[in-house]
Nanobody, 120 residues
Framework: VQLQASGGGLVQPGGSLRLSCAAS????????MGWYRQAPGKQRELVAR???????NYADSVKGRFTISRGNAKNTVYLQMNSLKPEDTAVYYC???????????????WGQGTQVTVSS
């Protein structure tokens, strides 16, 4: 199973970026998918998460600015980031709770991370 994230880059304060993450491999089903971020010298933190029923939760620092959604195929997750601030600068990681064929358990999987830099 692989999670491939993309969409990071350099953007000016107030700008927007859209991150994408696609899960592939021997996947029976995916429960929750989400985005975490880690800034230099800080712990990894939850940014946004969406479960299979569509419920979402966000870090307080991004509420009203970021929107998480899942694709129609349900193996993709997006993070639309608007009104970006310098403090949003971090490596963003995709996460998914995946149940493989032949398994009864959902196991967390991580993508490789994509850099988001907000700077003028």
């Amino acid at each position: 199973v692989q999670l491939q994230a993309s969409g990071g880059g350099l953007v000016q304060p107030g700008g927007s970026l859209r991150l994408s993450c696609a899960a592939s491999g021997s996947i029976f089903s995916i429960n929750a998918m989400g985005w975490y971020r880690q800034a230099p010298g800080k712990q990894r933190e939850l940014v946004a998460r969406i479960i299979s029923g569509g419920s979402t939760n966000y870090a307080d620092s991004v509420k009203g600015r970021f929107t998480i959604s899942r694709g129609n195929a349900k193996n993709t997750v997006y993070l639309q980031m608007n009104s970006l601030k310098p403090e949003d600068t971090a490596v963003y990681y995709c996460n998914a709770d995946i149940r493989k064929f032949g398994s009864s358990a959902y196991v967390p999987h991580w993508g490789q991370g994509t850099q988001v830099t907000v700077s003028s």
